[in-house]
């Protein structure tokens, strides 16, 4: 099909969206039955291949357009044609991670998870007088403390200051006097002692 001809079936628009994967599962599934039985959208995705080719190396962010600008863009196609706007699915909503009571005097939230590398960050909560059991890092332990007073062995950190644990290190004693909450990026594979 040439740049110039038009696809003349109605379902012309909801094709485009399947090819750049805008469509939730099931209005793809829908897309999917139909570009199946419609010759005029089978050449439609035919000539889009080679532009989403392109786009393979672009990062998703850039190739996404934020909620706000696929409204206006919805109203604005739905004033030129006439038809009801097809509008982006809400936004999900963030929700903040409780806190989670790990051991006694600790308290972790979550922030994210990197299952393939085996990371974890969290911000970390320690009651005054709170001690985290001797362990061995499996890979790099960083840590940054964001209020209160926390001994990592013979060194005493202040709010504001970042430790470095290197793989294979251990630390013999993690413990707070005063309580602590601190941001902490490690492995999931830690080994306690």
Avoid at 4 to 24: G, M
Avoid at 54 to 72: A, C, G, K
Wanted: glycine content about 6%; charged content about 25%; hydrophobic content about 35%.
């Amino acid at each position: 099909m040439s740049a110039f001809q038009k696809n003349r079936c109605e379902h012309s628009e909801v094709t485009c969206a399947y090819v750049t994967q805008v469509l939730t599962s099931s209005e793809a599934s829908v897309a999917a039955a139909h570009i199946a039985s419609c010759s005029d959208c089978q050449r439609e995705v035919e000539s889009l291949r080679p532009v989403l080719d392109s786009f393979v190396s672009w990062p998703t962010d850039v190739l996404r357009p934020t909620t706000s600008l696929q409204t206006r863009l919805a109203f604005r196609i739905a004033e030129e044609t006439g038809e009801q706007p097809v509008l982006p699915p809400p936004a999900p909503q963030w929700s903040e991670p409780e806190w989670e009571q790990v051991a006694s005097g600790i308290e972790c939230k979550l922030l994210a998870t990197d299952t393939e590398r085996h990371r974890i960050s969290m911000l970390v909560r320690l009651a005054p007088g709170a001690s985290y059991p001797a362990h061995t890092h499996a890979g790099i332990e960083e840590l940054h403390l964001l209020d209160g007073e926390l001994w990592i062995d013979e060194r005493k950190l202040f709010p504001g200051d970042y430790n470095y644990g290197a793989p294979g290190a251990g630390d013999e004693r993690v413990w707070s006097e005063t309580g602590c909450t601190c941001v902490l990026v490690t492995s999931t594979k830690d080994i306690l002692r």
